[in-house]
């Protein structure tokens, strides 16, 4: 079956694999922990990973192109948030509309500017995010076991991954240790609450929304300029509806959010290593082992995985009551 | 002479062309209990609402303290020393205390030194006014008691030297309630000024140095309240003399109408609510079932209404009824002579985009006389019939075209209350019948409740106001926790006694 170092091969991609996933649940944590449900995180995503993709070709600066990606996530977050907290309107339909815009509007530009189908050219050198060895990593890879965990596990994927999985103590720390996060909680609680403290829920709400649009940029930009090299049409793949049922499944924490991730990460990991399993005798074929990843989503969406409590102000609108 | 702590001038405000408060002045002494009284939609709390700047004034001035001071929103109010206990509570409920106290008033960006310095001086003032409460409890799983203490607690720890309290009671048990009293007393005596906006006679008349009466968005009297009475104060605040006691013959109960034995019943998470209760009404009786909101008595009228299944026996004149099944649903209730005023009106009693003559209806539509054919109905009938009910009620305003939602508080009751009582049932059953009901119309639903009970039919009352229950009921069951506490008869009881098995004090111990 699996030896120690295919084992190392198979984690090392799930890490990879879970980098887009965390980021976006880390964005729809922070949105629907201020009462604000996003299932726009997939377009949100798409459009970052197409304009980082884009201005990374054209300047040929990575961190251009992560600039314009995360500019290009906060638009559509601004939009979200003017539809649902300034507009008071259905958070539902307005995610919806931005999953359509992403999906229609980055083939439209990618074809008008590039011509190459609804998608943009192969990135190389300074126009991607390349790998980051760790200190030491040539010289400890010798080590038995622990060398391999951190030559091959730890060490090796870009900056971003880092930083995804960093925010992760930090959005813990936020939420749990500081004032901005008592009252972001809050806000998703019982705006109300937060009304007659004399705190503004809208600019609360406003901030969460921001905070999700810069990590979905993040994410987007991720799958277009450090997983893969370049954009192609639809390229999230329903990872930004993989991120929210992982979200569910974590209950809305961050670092079970980080396992849950990490948990879906595996299994796309696996899909990938393992193209047809042979059970003894029984072939399991691959598009059941693609489907996986979806399949589990649909389970937790299911709920059957506990009782989820989501934060309970969230999907509505605040009014002030008379 | 000291400045007033609140002196309101000309205050004004106007919802779309409803007028709210009109022209409204009034000064408040510091260090005292100032009582609002008025009814329903009479403008009180959209006054207080200003005060603590939910609200713009369209005209008039807010005074604090001698200072002219605007208020566009809550963090001017807190920052002129004003803090508010609404009637809903505004806490987070899978916080803890600490974290609901320190909501919007941390120390800085970092939550630990806010925390600890809270505690400390959460102990001050706990030791300070007896306002004893675990700081870390989650508010989840303390009771409404608690709850209001930390609203208390969240003005104080803003320092607020005036403390608005909208309907306190409305959710306490008497004992709670008196102790809720002591404590504002305190609070008084230590130099604060304390509003308190009740539509209850009696806690103005016990608790309140002053009182402000205010009839439909107007400030029409305020006195010292030692020199008045609740007589005077009825009479002010609905604009006639008002009958304060129901007036009732002695009951005459006849054959037994409604019997229940051993009733259990689960709500909707699974929870047994109503715990194996025996229960027996009479013809020509009405029987009040006191308690505390959410110790069973919802469960006990929707099992009898038909809206939730049950386990047990249930006999209406001497006949089982179903529980579970065909024949338990609300169709067949009414169908048995069971009539049934629900106790949230706008949930279960109405559909608040519908005619009033529709709603006159529901329930009864599928009557013979409503039928023009087999497939359509016919509306002059109902409309006629709508028109002759709106009427017998006094149901203002008389129009059947207008939307339940378009009729206050009091006139959906009697929308309600009528449909069910001109059916002539066997059995009403009636869940709060007064609940935001104005005092003319409370009367007016009470003598109809006695006129039902006088033509020799039962009545099972449920009401969280002990007032209610002890001027309507002939027997009073009291409810706590899913199980009768115990029978009382009303010349034969206190409230005191009353409140004590409501908390669930048993009868041997009280």
């Known amino acids: ?322 | 002479m000291t400045a007033p702590a609140i002196e309101l001038k000309g205050i004004s405000k106007s919802f779309g062309p409803v007028q709210a408060n009109k022209d409204i002045s009034i000064s408040v002494a510091p260090g005292t209990i100032h009582g609002i009284i008025g009814e329903n939609g009479a403008g009180k709390s959209t006054l207080m609402s200003i005060l603590y700047g939910f609200y713009k004034a369209d005209k008039g001035e807010v005074w604090i303290n001698g200072k002219h001071t605007e208020i566009p929103d809550s963090q001017a109010a807190i920052a002129a020393g004003i803090g508010m206990v609404f009637q809903h509570f505004k806490l987070v409920e899978n916080f803890t205390v600490l974290e609901n106290i320190i909501l919007g008033a941390e120390d800085g960006p970092w939550l630990r030194p806010s925390l600890s310095k809270a505690a400390k001086i959460l102990d001050e003032l706990a030791t300070e006014y007896e306002l004893n409460v675990n700081p870390d409890a989650l508010i989840e799983e303390i009771g409404v008691g608690m709850q209001q203490r930390v609203e208390i607690l969240k003005a104080l720890y803003r320092q607020a030297d005036i403390l608005i309290l909208d309907e306190p009671t409305g959710v306490l048990t008497p004992p709670e309630a008196d102790q809720l009293f002591r404590i504002l007393y305190r609070l008084r005596d230590e130099g604060k000024t304390i509003i308190l906006i009740t539509h209850k006679l009696r806690e103005i008349m016990d608790a309140t140095d002053t009182v402000s009466v205010m009839r439909r968005g107007e400030m029409t009297a305020t006195v010292k309240t030692a020199d008045t009475s609740p007589e005077e104060l009825a009479e002010l605040m609905v604009g006639r003399k008002v009958l304060l006691q129901v007036d009732k013959v002695p009951a005459s109960p006849g054959a037994k109408v409604l019997e229940i034995e051993n009733l259990r019943v689960t709500d909707d998470q699974g929870v047994e609510r109503v715990k194996g209760i025996d229960l027996t009404v009479r013809a020509g009786e009405i029987l009040g079932i006191a308690g505390v909101a959410g110790n069973g008595q919802s469960e006990l009228l929707e099992v009898l209404g038909g809206m939730r299944p049950g386990v047990g026996v249930i006999r209406l004149n001497g006949e089982p009824l179903p529980l579970t099944g065909p024949g338990s649903d609300g169709q067949s209730r009414r169908a048995a002579h069971i009539a049934h005023v629900p106790e949230d009106r706008q949930r279960e009693g109405l559909i608040m985009e519908f005619y009033a003559w529709e709603n006159v209806a529901f329930g009864y539509h599928r009557d013979q006389a409503y039928q023009k054919s087999k497939l359509l109905m016919d509306n002059t009938a109902l409309r006629q019939d709508a028109d002759e009910k709106i009427e017998r009620f006094d149901v203002r305003p008389a129009n059947s075209w207008l939307t339940a939602k378009n009729f206050s508080g009091g006139n959906q009751q009697k929308i309600v209350v009528a449909r069910e009582i001109e059916r002539n049932p066997d059995l009403l059953l009636i869940g709060q019948p007064t609940r935001g009901v104005d005092i003319g119309a409370i009367e007016f639903i009470h003598k109809q409740i006695v006129a039902l009970r006088d033509a020799g039919k039962a009545v099972l009352l449920v009401s969280v106001e002990l007032e209610e229950i002890l001027s309507l009921s002939d027997r009073i069951a009291v409810m706590f926790d899913g199980r009768i506490m115990g029978e009382r008869l009303p010349d034969a009881t206190t409230e005191k006694e009353l409140g004590l098995l409501m908390a669930g004090v048993s009868g041997e111990a009280a």
């Open chain 1, 1 to 322: 079956m699996m030896d120690f170092m295919t084992l190392i091969q198979v984690l090392d991609s799930t890490v990879r694999l879970a980098t887009p996933l965390l980021l976006a649940c880390l964005a729809g944590l922070y949105s629907e922990r201020a009462g604000i449900f996003d299932i726009g995180l997939e377009g949100k995503m798409l459009v970052a990973a197409f304009f980082s993709a884009a201005i990374a070709y054209v300047s040929g600066s990575v961190w251009l192109g992560l600039l314009a990606g995360i500019g290009a996530s906060m638009l559509l977050a601004g939009l979200h948030g003017l539809a649902s907290i300034t507009f008071r309107g259905n958070q539902l339909i307005s995610g919806v509309a931005i999953n359509f815009l992403a999906a229609g509007m980055t083939v439209l530009i990618a074809q008008d500017w590039f011509q190459q189908g609804g998608r943009t050219p192969s990135l190389a050198g300074n126009a991607r995010f390349n790998p980051i060895e760790l200190p030491f990593a040539e010289a400890l890879s010798g080590v038995p076991f622990f060398g391999p965990i951190y030559a091959e596990l730890l060490s090796g994927h870009s900056i971003l991954v880092y930083i995804a999985f960093l925010a992760v103590p930090g959005t813990w720390w936020l939420l749990y240790r500081t004032r901005f996060g008592l009252r972001l909680r809050a806000v998703g609680e019982n705006p109300a609450a937060v009304d007659t403290a004399g705190v503004s829920v809208v600019g609360l709400r406003y901030a969460a929304v921001g905070i999700c649009g810069i990590l979905c940029g993040i994410a987007g930009a991720y799958l277009a300029t450090a997983l893969q090299a370049g954009f192609v049409k639809d390229m999230t793949a329903g990872r930004g509806f993989i991120a929210l049922a992982a979200l569910i499944f974590a209950k809305w924490r961050p670092w079970q959010a980080m396992w849950a991730c990490l948990l879906f990460g595996f299994l796309q990991a696996i899909a990938l290593r393992y193209q047809n399993i042979d059970l003894g005798g029984v072939v399991i074929p691959v598009q059941v082992m693609d489907a996986l990843p979806y399949i589990l989503t649909v389970v937790i969406l299911a709920g059957f995985v506990g009782k989820a409590i989501p934060p309970r102000a969230g999907g509505e609108p605040y009014v002030k009551e008379r």
